[in-house]
C-alpha cells in the first residue's frame, strides 16, 4: 500500500512538473513572438533610417556641389578682376615711363640749350 501511495504521489509530481514545463513551453513561444516582432519592427525602422540618411546624404551633396560650383564662379570672377586690375597697373606704369622719359629727354635738351647759351656767353 505504501508503494501505491508513493507512485501516486511520483505521478502527482510528474504532472505537476509536465503542467510547469507547459507553462514554460507557452512562455518561450510568447518570447519568441516578441523577438519576431521586435525583429521585424526593428528591421523596418533600420529601413526608414536608411533611407533618411541616404536623402540628407544626397541633400548635403547637393549643396557641397552647389557651393563649389559658387566659389568656382567666385574664383573665375577675381581671375578676371586681378587681370583687368594687372593690366591697368602695366597700362599706368608705362604711362609713368612715357612720361619720365620726356622729362628726361626735355631736361637734356634744356642741358644742351643752358651749356649751348653758355658757350655762346662766355668767350
Known amino acids: 500500500m505504501q508503494a501505491d501511495r508513493q507512485i501516486k504521489q511520483v505521478e502527482a509530481q510528474i504532472k505537476e512538473v509536465e503542467a510547469r514545463i507547459k507553462e514554460v513551453e507557452a ?11 521586435v525583429d521585424v519592427r526593428l528591421q523596418k525602422e533600420m529601413r526608414e533610417m536608411e533611407a533618411r540618411l541616404l536623402k540628407e546624404m544626397r541633400e548635403i551633396d547637393a549643396r557641397l556641389e552647389e557651393g563649389l560650383r559658387t566659389l568656382e564662379l567666385k574664383i573665375v570672377e577675381l581671375d578676371g578682376a586681378r587681370r583687368t586690375e594687372m ?37
Do not use: S
Not at 591697368?88 to 622729362?103: F, G, H, K, P, S
Open 87 to 123: 593690366k591697368q597697373i602695366e597700362v599706368n606704369l608705362q604711362r609713368a615711363i612715357t612720361a619720365q622719359t620726356r622729362w628726361f629727354i626735355a631736361g637734356m635738351a634744356m642741358l644742351g640749350i643752358i651749356f649751348k647759351l653758355a658757350d655762346l656767353l662766355i668767350p
Open 27 to 37: 512562455r518561450i513561444k510568447e518570447v519568441d513572438a516578441r523577438i519576431k516582432e
